[in-house]
């Protein structure tokens, strides 16, 4: 794959921005869905790798976008607010992600003595189905780290109703090689289409529709015509998101940078804390989202070091940040607010450690995540209602 397809350092996301926004209008709305196949995914902007870890922010992606196109970006523009809607409703129900865990770990003991389930979960995974389009795209995704959003509806539907395979396992698969994985999208789109998200509601894919969407480039061959919904408990209410300590605005201050985002230096609102320096934490883990996340960490790191003029440091796991905590006297570690995933056994672990020197950890919320996730806990369309409001609060309603 070539390092600049799916960028995740800024300024190469800033570079793919400028290129895509002339194409963010009107063209995206009507050609958005086709899949052109690898190498030719030209009419989407392929900036989910850098979305999803906030080396560009919704504010900064969507600004020069309305800029040019006003109300003929409206697709766009939702798209992105999908994102903001997985993310709120996950917030809301933390544990439909743990359920998630759980049922992988019940699963796995299946898969252990159920051989018919483990052969089909194979040939799925290694794109040997004889299915046309299923194996050409599983073959993609191993080799490319991406998947059009079009063709990962259409893999999805495919693993949950024609392979009948459980849609936990399939998020797995995905969450393990894409390069823009995000726990919230991912988990929620899988279950979004195994009709578990808006019961009832399952995405189907049609071979008719496959070969249009694809220019006749597939025929795939006895996919179900019924989609048996998989049996799951009802979505736990919502409640208020995880509350998190806010910065102390005098208090001596280590900057953790994670993940979930790298682009700190832009928050006004952490401009003038007293900062001693700015650290991340090693991961050594080997996919294709981890390699990303190392390359927009190390350019977050040197990108908040250079605009505040800190030392910069990379630590070893929990205990290394709390040990360079104490070694520089901060009373405070501040992050960025630690979303529903992976990244939260990290947070605990961190905050665990940090306790133990008497030292507090802070969370910055994005105002963006503050206006939006209160309207992501319902269906979409109650967000959607909220654009107008929601590019209002983010200073974007004048473009529109
Ligand atoms: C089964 C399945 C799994 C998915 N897993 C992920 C995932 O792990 N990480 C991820 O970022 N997206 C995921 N998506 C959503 C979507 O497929 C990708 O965000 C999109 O394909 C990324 O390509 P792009 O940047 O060119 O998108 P564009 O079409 O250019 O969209 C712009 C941005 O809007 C957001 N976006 C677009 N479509 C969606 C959507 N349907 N849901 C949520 N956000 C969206 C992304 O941040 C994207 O970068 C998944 C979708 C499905 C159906």
Redesign the pocket.
Known sequence: MPADDHPVTRAAALQRLAQFVPLAGSRYATG?NADHGPGH?NA?????AA??RRTLSETEVLAPVLAAHGAEANS?VS??F??SY?KGWLEARPGVWQAWLGALDRIDARLAHDDALAARHLAAIRGETGIDCFDHWMHELAETGYL??WA??QV?SIWVFTLGLPWELGARH??AH?I???AA??TL??RW?AGLHTRGKAYLADPGRIARMTGGRFSPAGLATHARIPDGADHPPAQPPRAVTAPMRDAPALLWITRDDCSLETETMLHDLPWRAVAVIDDAADSPGARADRIACDDALARAAAHWGLAHFRVNGPAGLAALATELGVQQVVTARVPVGPGLDTLVAVRGALRREGIALAEHLRAWDRAAWPHATRGFFALREQIPMLLDAAGLKDLT
């Open positions: 958005r995914h989407v902007s392929r900036l989910s979305i999803a766009f798209e992105v999908w994102r997985f059009h959003n990962r509806m999805a995905f969450l894409l823009d994985r995000d999208s991912n789109s899988w289409v």
